[in-house]
């Protein structure tokens, strides 16, 4: 892309390794052909490919869009952090957003929304509420014989990608956001900040060292809830979708949740704890997303009061070895 375009609202920055079929349907996702009511000019979308041994390669991801580009990271390390700083480098957007798992389906509605939280706040914390593809949790419906087959035919039972927020008939609420929408989140693996705040935290801290990053998303967010003056917004009617793909959490049998916690307490000094931030709920409700409304205002009545203790027990959702 030419750095002669006008600066553009939004910048996405989408980290991808060695998932060439979920990558294609999430870029897909992320372009303008499925995104509703924001153009091109807009946004941008830059995706990083943290060293696949098959590089998705610069013509696929192009091809989405004039507003999409590319970058190879051939000195490659097991953990994401050092692909998502470099994405971060090349935005130029207001607000800056983070898939630190480009293996994510996005509802068509998502950018529209982010972008018109945007105007409601100088320094504006965007999150979207992240939800697994598939009957179950995917840590568990893998062991249940749940794969790449079955979710291409779940797809295929919703027409996707021809209504979008039918996603959430075909889907379960992440590990990082479990007690609902009205619950306090983990993490979001679509989170947007104004781009000071980014500068502020100087991105991901690069000593998050583990295969899929550890904690490093869940420390993000933590961090840019503590930045003075930030504004939490949630947004309900949007979600991202993660796709089965054998990653590093999702995609293994193995509890990842002590060694990622160890490292956190090493690197924090301090048990990780869920950030507790006064919030502001945006959005819509298309009509697949009212159950979840349901569900989530009876389940904070049930759960009243701060989360006190976040260990996402089922693992986080970055789910991939190096993305």
């Avoid at 502020?200 to 583990?210: H, I, S, T, V």
């Avoid at 990622?260 to 409700?285: D, M, V």
């Avoid at 009212?290 to 693992?315: H, T």
Wanted: hydrophobic share 35%.
């Amino acid at each position: 892309m030419s750095t002669t375009q006008p600066q553009p609202t939004l910048s996405v920055v989408v980290i991808i390794y060695d998932m060439a079929r979920e990558a294609r349907r999430t870029l897909h996702s992320l372009s303008t052909a499925y995104q509703q009511g924001i153009p091109d000019e807009s946004y941008e979308v830059i995706v990083v490919d943290n060293g696949s041994p098959q590089p998705l390669g610069r013509d696929v991801v192009e091809a989405y869009g004039n507003n999409f580009s590319y970058h190879y990271l051939s000195a490659a390390e097991p953990s994401p952090v050092q692909a998502v700083n470099h994405g971060l480098a090349q935005t130029r957007g207001r607000v800056v957003g983070v898939m630190v798992d480009g293996a994510r389906l996005l509802t068509p509605g998502l950018l529209h929304h982010v972008e018109l939280a945007s105007r409601l706040h100088p320094r504006p914390i965007i999150a979207v509420p992240g939800w697994h593809l598939g009957p179950k949790l995917q840590s568990q419906s893998i062991l249940e014989g749940y794969d790449r087959q079955a979710e291409d035919d779940l797809l295929d039972s919703i027409h996707w990608p021809d209504d979008g927020y039918r996603l959430f008939e075909i889907s379960t609420l992440a590990a990082s956001n479990r007690e609902g929408c009205f619950r306090p989140l983990a993490e979001s693996n679509a989170l947007f900040l104004g781009r000071a705040m980014v500068q502020e935290l100087g991105g991901y801290d690069q000593a998050f060292r583990l295969p899929g990053g550890g904690l490093c998303n869940l420390d993000y967010f933590e961090r840019a809830c503590a930045l003075q003056d930030a504004k939490l917004m949630v947004l309900l009617g949007e979600g991202t979708f993660h796709q089965v793909h054998g990653g590093e959490t999702t995609g293994d049998k193995r509890d990842p949740w002590p060694e990622q916690h160890a490292e956190y307490q090493q690197l924090r000094q301090k048990p990780y704890r869920i950030p507790a931030l006064p919030t502001l709920f945006l959005g819509h409700l298309p009509s697949s997303y009212l159950p979840v409304i349901e569900w989530s205002a009876r389940r904070a009545r049930e759960v009243a009061g701060p989360q006190e203790v976040a260990a996402p027990r089922d693992g986080t959702d970055t789910g991939n070895a190096r993305s």
